[in-house]
Structures are given as C-alpha cells and as structure tokens.
C-alpha cells in the first residue's frame, strides 16, 4: 500500500514535470533546428537560426528598446513606491488609507485595460504613440508593486535610527538617501528587479502605445505573423536565457544575504 | 498601523506621498475617466448609449464575454486539480533539501517570455507538431488531429502557466501549516482521508482562494494565450477589445467593452475580497 502510493506520487510528479516543460523543450530543441521548419523530425544541431537573430537589426534593437524602457520604467517606480512607501509609513496623513488604497488600486485592473485608458487618453491630447508612452504605462503597472513591498518592509526600528539620525543634526533628504534607503536595500532590489521582468515581458501596453520603435516582444508577435518558424524559437530561447539571467542573479544576491 | 512617529511633518510627507498620487491619477484614474466618457459616445458622433445597447443585444459581442467566462472557469479548475497534488508532493513527499531545487524547476519556464509561451505551445500543437508527430508514429491515430486553434489549445496554455502559479501558492500555503495540525488529528482518530478533508483543505483554502482570484484576473484579461493559440474561431472578450481597435479604429466601442470587462472583474474581486486583505507585515 505505501509503495503504492510512493509510484503514485513518483508518476504523478514526473507527468506534471513533463507537462511543464513539454513547450520549454520543444522550443530550444527547434531553435537549433537546420532545415525551415521548427517541427519533427529534428534536423539539426545548427546555429545558423541564432545567426539570423542576431544579424536583425528589427531585433537586436528592439532588445535595446525593451532594457531601456524596462531599467528606467522600474527606476522610476521604485523611486515613486519608495517616497510614498515611507511618506505613509512615517506620518499620520489625513485619508490615508483612502490614499494608499488608490496607488494600489491598479493591481486588480488588466493589462489591456490600463493600456486601453492611456490609449485614449494619450490619443484625445495629442501624445504620440512612443516608447516613452509604453513606459509610463510600464510605471502605472508596477508602482503599485514597488510601493506594497517598499510599505510591507517600514518597520518600527527602522523609525527609531531615522529618529536619531534627525536628531543629529540630519536633513530630511539625508536621512533618507543616507539612512532610510541603505537599511531598506533588499526590499528596493526586489522592487526594482520585479519591476524589471515584468516590464521586459510586457506586451499588450507596449502593442498598444508604441509605433515605429517598440519592445522586443512586440516586434516577437510581429514574426509570429510569418506563422512558425526556427527563427521565432531562437530569439524566444535567447529571451528565456535572459529571463534565467535575471532570476539566477537575485537568487544570488538574496541567498547570500540570507545567508550572512 | 500608521506609527507614532512624527504626527505632521509639514509639507514633507506630502512631497515623499505626492509623485506617486498624481501619477497614479494622471495615468490610472484620468484614463480610466477618459475611457468612460469615450464609451458613451460614438466613433465620430455626441453622446449615446449605443456602444452598451450593440453588446446586450448583438449575440456576437456578448458571446465573447461568455467565452471568457467559461474558459476562466475551465482553466481554474483544471489547474487547481492539477496543482494541488502536485504542490502536496513537494511540500510533504520530497526530503527538505531538495524542495527549493524542485520547486525552482517546477517554476522555471515560467520565465520565458510569455509572448514566446504561447507560440511554444503552438510548436508542441500544430498541425506536424510534437504531439501529432508522436501520436501517428505510435499508430494511435493515422491522420494528424487539429490541436491548434481551438478551445483546447486556449486551455492548454492557459493551464501550463496556471499550473504553475497556483503550486506556488498552495505550496507556500501547505508550508505554513504546523505539523501538530495532522498528529493532533491522528491522535484524536481521523484516517489520513478525513484528515486531508478536515483539516489541510479548509486550512488551505485561503491560498487555493488567492491562485484562484489571480487565474481569473490574468486569464479573463489575456489577449495573447487565445490569440494565439484559439485562433479567431471563437472569439473571446480581450479579442473582441482588440479587434475594435485594429481593424476599425473604433475607440468608443473598444472602451465599452473594457469598461464591462473591469466591471465583470470588480464583482469577482468583491466576491474573493475577505481572502484577499493584503496585509502590512
């Protein structure tokens, strides 16, 4: 009976593993794929795919784009959270929890809906359909992010060495560059990094406000249109290679810190 | 909850709390106001509730949002049911020091692109796709099936990424629960069945709640999964939303239907909302 279950348990987890990297496999496998078409039989190994990807101007620049708007998207929503985190956290304000509520509000909203609103907003006063327009969108959906684990990680002790740093003769702005911030820099790492993977794999407010320059994985769903194909598989290996990056290098920084 | 810090602090606090209010009003609420006002006009005219009157009535337009809700339902359910075991095996089956390895692995592909996702599943479905290939060489079926573009290759995808969103929850969740739970059940003579209904499952509830509220907030409000993966066969509402802009530029119909989407997504999070307090730690 407990053996059994033990084969149970053992299949059952193998089948869902399966099930998950079913697409994973499939995707990297055909990128180094050396005929046309990413399907069986596999005719590779090949990186002439790899070879296409990079010599893309479309692509390569569009990669460009998509770190640029998602480091200064996240910047400024981590400076933004950061500010109203502590502002809220440290002084009794009138409706404040009214206040705090609204900054969090657009968590529970849809991507295309945020996208869709700034669209007709940017479309009825004239603003031009941009990387920037995508990154303020980028800022919209990850300031409430950065401000509910900045707000999360205000604690009482943090108050009391503020405190004695005013009392020493500190200025507002000090005691915040100085004293607030380095205490808090896990939690502004996590924000900042957060923020940047969802802005890098943000497509639906980039589709929508970006025109002649846009992110990576709008110009990815423009390829899609070719229907499939070994190129599409190597740059999208390349993306999840870069995602891995981002993830392997916070577990760094988070495992050493726990650690010490 | 606030702290007994200073009690007013002049204009400072108000410098530290006002970036982050007026961008959240400029470019959250304003748009939001500005889609509403648009919605109840038409493309080119004054004002008119025709845009709301063409989706109650137009059996094409409401039935999008039908779609949207039973694909919802399917993929929650489905995912749950997977997951849930799934999250047990590795919370209670694997020793202690291989679960951080386990459940990295059984999250990872949630890193690529989700763009890249969908289109992976595509690979795996089509028509000379993996599977199809697999199940002729087998000689299980001697004509490829049609996989793509259909319902079920909606759910599929929606279900993968489900999947693995929902373990993590139910697994943190089944992690907080203190073993005395199960031997204070064993010693009072619950079997291992009545336990798991008695005690582990109302006990995790909140968490299977949570999974449940995001799957259908991200699934209800996802263009890309049944773009690319359903095709435009059926078309379900962020279709809908998109084809209004795309092919017609028709901005008072396609905010109508962004508003009756938030709208739909409102009442399920006032349904979920005593599971989901987010709490200051």
Redesign the interface.
Known sequence: MRSAIRLA?VI??VL??G??????V??VL?SFQATS????PFSGPSLRWYQAVLGDTRLTSALLNSLLVAVISSAVATL??F??A????????PA?AL?RG?????L???????G??????F??IGFPKSLSAAG??H??IN?PLC??IL???MG?HQ?NIE?AARDLGAK?WQVLTLVTAPMLWPALFASFFLSM?FSW?E??ISF?LTRFETT??VE??NL?RSG?NPK??A??SL??LV??A??LLF?LVFFRKSRS | MTQSANASGGAVPWVAVGPALLWTLAFFAAPFIAMALVSVTVKGGGFSLANYQQFFTDPSYYRALFNSLEVTALVTVISILLAYPFAWILAEQIPERWQRLALILAILPFWTSYVVRSYSWLLVLAEKGVVNNTLVQLGLISEPIQLANTRFATVTGFVHFFVMLLTLTIFANLKQLSPSYRKAAADLGAGPVRTFLHIILPLTLPGIMVGAFLTFVLATGDYITPQILGGNNELLMPQLIMLQIGRRGDFPLASALSILLMLVVTVAYLACARWLKIERA
Do not use: C, H, K
């Open positions: 348990t059952y987890a869902i593993y099930f998950i990297f079913l697409p994973v499939t995707l055909f078409f990413p399907i069986p933004l959270g500010l109203a502590w502002g809220f956290a440290r002084f009794r304000l404040s206040m609204l900054i969090t509000l657009p529970t909203v849809s991507y295309l809906i945020i869709m609103g700034l669209l007709v907003l479309n009825s303020i969108g800022v919209v300031l401000f509910a707000y999360s990680q009482e108050a405190r507002e993977t794999d497509f639906v929508l990576l994985p990815i769903w899609l499939l599409t598989n740059v999208g993306v999840f995602s891995i981002f993830v577990e």
